[in-house]
Every structure is written in structure tokens, then in C-alpha cells.
């Protein structure tokens, strides 16, 4: 069974621009979480889809964004840029079950100049 | 709110025994997980307590007691490749959401 894939694997903007970021989920599995992760912060939750719905959200501002399509794949969107935004952003999926596992995706590297 | 604490670095000796401690406040408890990170990789899952004991896996194991708020990872049999990233997560059960600590970063000397 493929694992999570996210893509791109790195990326590189500036400040004020938007980005869009991918993650295609383990086959089956329902749920994504998207997470950012700062050397100072450490994981922090986004925000979890599951069949098309947001179904929990973190504190991070109205920037950034998401959604998921039918067949589970999700995107993130983070609009106008700030220094700060750079971070590995992480999606995790599962079968959406309150006891199942998360099981994460390599990361996207979004460095903002 | 949630609260979920663990030491920030911890060092250790190649084929010794270390336990990395994990202490959380949630409102509304519904599992703990373990995860090992490495650099600049994703996390993977090591383990999930729900209910209070000790839970084995090869040299890996998972302590909780829900009545203190308290977890640790136990590594036995210390190898190089477990210098690694530790991340204790707590699920709430009011809203399904996994709250992450910030991580303990090990170092194993040889």
C-alpha cells in the first residue's frame, strides 16, 4: 500500500504570495490533518478534513486554508505571505476512526524571502 | 485547553536504557500516541496508549496513567540509529483533535 505523498517537496516564494500545497492520503483512508512545524513551535495542528469537510480547525488566521476533494486528496492555501509562514508543512491521514493511527507524509518545505 | 510537556534534549549511551517522560492537561483524554522523528523526515508511530499501563513493543514501550496526567517512552537497548526527534501527542475526545508536544530530541553516544 503507497504511503502519504505530499507535493511539492520544497518551495520557495516571497512575501505576499500564495501557495498551494498537496497531499494525496493512504489509499481508503478518509481523514487529513495538516500541521506546521517550526524548530521553535513544534507540530502545530491546522486542520483535519474528513470526506470533504473540515472537521476541526486550529487557531492559525484566515490565511491559510483548505479543502478535499472526493477522492480524499486535500490542498492547503496560504495567501499573502509572511516570513513566519516558513515551516514543513505536514499532512497526516487515517481512517478518520477517533482510535486510528496517523500516519504522516514527507512534508513540503516552504521557505517565504 | 491542552498543555502536553516533555524535556526538551535528553542524552544517552548506545545500548543502555532511557525513558522519556510526557506530561499532559487535556479536559477531555482519548489516547496518547509516540512518534519518532529523524531529521528532516516525517514522523512515524511508535505507539498509542488509551487505557493506564504499559504497553510493549520489541525495545520500545509506552507507560500511561491517565489519573496523572503522565506518560513515558521507554528505549531499551540503545542502537546509534534512535538519535531521533520523541513526540508525545494527546487526542481530545470532545473534538477528535491530536495536540502535539514540541518534541524531545535524543542523543545516543557511542
Known amino acids: 500500500k503507497a504511503g502519504v505523498t505530499q507535493t511539492p517537496r520544497y518551495l520557495i516564494k516571497t512575501r505576499g504570495q500564495q501557495v498551494t500545497l498537496s497531499c494525496s492520503p493512504i489509499?481508503?483512508?478518509?481523514?487529513v490533518s495538516w500541521y506546521q512545524q517550526t524548530p521553535g513551535q513544534g507540530l502545530q495542528f491546522l486542520f483535519e478534513?474528513?470526506?470533504?469537510?473540515?472537521?476541526n480547525k486550529g487557531n492559525f488566521p484566515g490565511r491559510f486554508s483548505g479543502r478535499q476533494f472526493s477522492n480524499s486528496r486535500s490542498e492547503m492555501n496560504v495567501s499573502t505571505l509572511e516570513l513566519g509562514d516558513s515551516a514543513l508543512y505536514l499532512c497526516a491521514s487515517s481512517s478518520g476512526l477517533a482510535s486510528d493511527t496517523q500516519y504522516f507524509g514527507p512534508g513540503t518545505r516552504l521557505t517565504v524571502l | 485547553g491542552q498543555n502536553i510537556d516533555q524535556p526538551t534534549e535528553m542524552t544517552a549511551t548506545e545500548g543502555a536504557i532511557v525513558q522519556i517522560n510526557c506530561t499532559y492537561q487535556t479536559s477531555g483524554f482519548n489516547g496518547l500516541f509516540w512518534y519518532q522523528q529523524h531529521a528532516a523526515e516525517a514522523p512515524t508511530f511508535l505507539s498509542y496508549n488509551v487505557l493506564d499501563g504499559l504497553e510493549e513493543k520489541g525495545r520500545f514501550s509506552s507507560f500511561l496513567s491517565r489519573s496523572k496526567g503522565y506518560s513515558y517512552l521507554l528505549l531499551k537497548e540503545l542502537q546509534m540509529k534512535d538519535s531521533a526527534s520523541y513526540l508525545c501527542?494527546?487526542?481530545?475526545?470532545?473534538?477528535?483533535?491530536?495536540?502535539f508536544g514540541k518534541g524531545t530530541r535524543l542523543h545516543i553516544l557511542p
Open positions: 478534513y474528513f470526506s470533504e469537510t473540515q472537521r
Open positions: 489509499s481508503g483512508h478518509r481523514s
Open positions: 501527542a494527546v487526542r481530545d475526545h470532545r473534538d477528535d483533535k491530536i495536540i
